[in-house]
């Protein structure tokens, strides 16, 4: 069965530092994984995919992730954290031959001034 | 590109009441979600659309709750009689084709006095 574990809760950053997001999945053959992002009142943003092509794939405001098949990790990142950065993560995995989307629990990423 | 529009935002109502939750998602788009997200469950898939057929409600938690999907730019999602513990965040969602991104609407925030 397809699952994604995400590492942390609540993540804080000051403003202008790295972003790293983890999470590590399981699926028993190759995955689609993705990573979305929920504001405040809103629903969920795509910020990236993952569907067996280019191992690091780059997402929408600077943020990246690299699929790591040794590790069964798709950690997000971001070189420079920016205030409107914080928000809801959320790290999905496409659930086996059906287009189910299984979600991770979530990250809350704070960001300091 | 108008999204996914869902309707009302906010709902308030008491329990034993039947409530209707709607959802248009993006022209063009052959699936359709429902979700519903909690602090104590985080999202869950209730149940998922193509073609205006259902093919998968396991995730429907019992028969109080229903969805129709009369044609391709409408559906709705039917609580009946309404309860406190429905009490949550209910999301729709829309893809075109089976592998790719489901785009999300701004939420629904139930709330069952």
């Known amino acids: 069965a397809q699952s994604v574990t995400q590492l942390d809760s609540h993540v804080s950053v000051s403003e202008g530092t790295p972003v790293l997001l983890r999470c590590n999945y399981s699926s028993s053959y190759s995955p689609s994984l993705f990573w979305y992002v929920q504001h405040p009142n809103k629903g969920l943003q795509l910020l990236l995919k993952?569907?067996?092509?280019?191992?690091l794939v780059k997402g929408i405001n600077g943020f990246e992730a690299e699929f790591k098949k040794s590790e069964t990790s798709f950690h997000l990142t971001k070189p420079s954290a920016h205030m409107s950065d914080a928000a809801e993560y959320f790290c999905v995995v496409r659930g086996g031959a059906t287009n189910k989307l299984i979600f991770g629990t979530g990250t809350l990423l704070a960001v300091q001034p | 590109d108008a999204g996914v529009i869902q309707s009302p935002r906010h709902e308030v109502t008491e329990m034993g009441q039947e409530v209707t939750l709607r959802c248009k998602p993006i022209s063009g788009h052959d699936y359709l979600f429902w979700y519903r997200q909690t602090m104590m469950r985080g999202l869950e898939l209730l149940i998922y659309?193509?073609?205006?057929?259902?093919?998968?409600d396991s995730g429907m938690p019992e028969d109080r709750f229903s969805a129709k999907m009369p044609n391709a730019s409408f559906s709705t999602l039917k609580i009946q009689p309404s309860e406190p513990r429905d009490s949550a965040v209910y999301f729709c969602?829309?893809?075109?084709?089976?592998?790719?991104?489901?785009?999300f609407g701004d939420g629904t925030r139930l709330s069952i006095l």
């Open positions: 659309f193509n073609n205006n057929v259902p093919i998968d």
């Open positions: 969602a829309s893809s075109f084709g089976e592998d790719q991104p489901q785009h």
């Open positions: 993952y569907t067996s092509a280019a191992t």
